[in-house]
């Protein structure tokens, strides 16, 4: 049974913790900053580029750069804060880090445990060791949990994915770097699309986003486009503002949203 219906997005304008320009969420949380390279999807990493701005500044948690590092001062942010909030954990990094103990993350997984008036949306590219660390834990029902997929290589997280038990499991295909193909979406409630922004961005295909929205729409899976990023639709370089985030015809904003007194067995 399932316990996912899609909706358009109810997110609010005026966001009081307005911490973010990420579409997709309400405000980041970083229990720990900085982060090493994995797979394509990184090449231009968002986050390496604003450590070194924020080390440049001399920003706490900065002070290696984008080197890996552990902020258990952060750790009690969210039970500050009582208005419902949707947080992305680790905008900075990746929550199942190779350096990542998992005394940690009981603490992460505490707090958030602890806040559920919040959502906690959880993105990663190390997804074996997420499988593992939930293993033997649950995962709260208030966390998302999402992997990136930004080529057919790396479909295989999806599957990684799918065998931990999560209330919302997602997907962030962005930055999209080629054409994914047929997509098997079971077990999958949220869909995030968008092209690469920055000076170096490689850039997006139209077809392989609305081959990915027709998918989506086919298997009832909430589906966000996020931006087309540096390249517009029709293959112009421009201001990621300019080529805006229109698809089709419109914004997809989708979200996956929990039907009230429904959870997990
Ligand atoms: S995993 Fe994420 S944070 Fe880490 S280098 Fe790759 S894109 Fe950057």
Same mark, same amino acid.
């Given at each position: ?13 005026? *966001? ?11 405000? &980041?949380?970083?229990?720990? &900053? ?8 990184? !090449? ?5 580029? #604003? ?17 890996? #590092? ?8 969210? /039970? ?18 190779? %350096? ?11 707090? *958030? ?7 906690? %949306?959880?993105?990663?590219k190390r997804e074996e060791i ?23 290589q790396y479909k295989k997280? #999806? ?25 098997? /979406? ?32 086919? %298997? ?41 007194? !429904?959870?997990?067995?």
């Open positions: 049974m399932s316990i996912i219906v899609k909706i358009f997005d109810m997110k609010t304008t005026s *966001i009081v913790m307005a911490q973010t320009t990420i579409e997709w969420t309400e405000a &980041t949380w970083n229990p720990s &900053t900085g982060c090493n390279k994995v797979s394509t999807g990184c !090449k231009h990493c968002y986050a390496e580029t #604003m450590a070194r701005r924020l080390k440049a500044m001399g920003a706490p948690g900065y002070e290696n750069g984008f080197e890996f #590092m552990l902020m258990p001062e952060r750790l009690d942010m969210p /039970l500050k804060i009582r208005r419902p909030t949707k947080f992305f954990v680790n905008s900075m990094s990746d929550l199942f880090h190779e %350096q990542m103990p998992f005394e940690f993350l009981d603490r992460v997984f505490e707090v *958030i445990r602890r806040t559920p008036q919040h959502s906690y %949306q959880v993105l990663t997420m499988a593992d660390y939930f293993k033997h834990r649950r995962a709260p029902d208030n966390v998302w949990l999402g992997v990136s997929v930004e080529n057919a997280r #999806m599957e990684v994915l799918r065998a931990v038990d999560a209330r919302i499991r997602f997907l962030s295909i962005e930055p999209l770097l080629g054409p994914l193909g047929e997509l098997d /979406l079971s077990g999958i409630h949220w869909v995030i699309v968008g092209g690469e922004s920055g000076p170096r961005a490689r850039p997006m295909s139209p077809s392989w986003a609305i081959e990915v929205q027709r998918q989506c729409d086919a %298997q009832g899976v909430a589906f966000f486009f996020k931006q087309w990023g540096a390249w517009g639709a029709d293959g112009v370089r421009r201001s990621k503002k300019a080529n805006g985030r229109i698809l089709l015809g419109q914004e997809w904003n989708e979200e996956p949203v929990l039907m009230a007194g !429904k959870s997990r067995p």
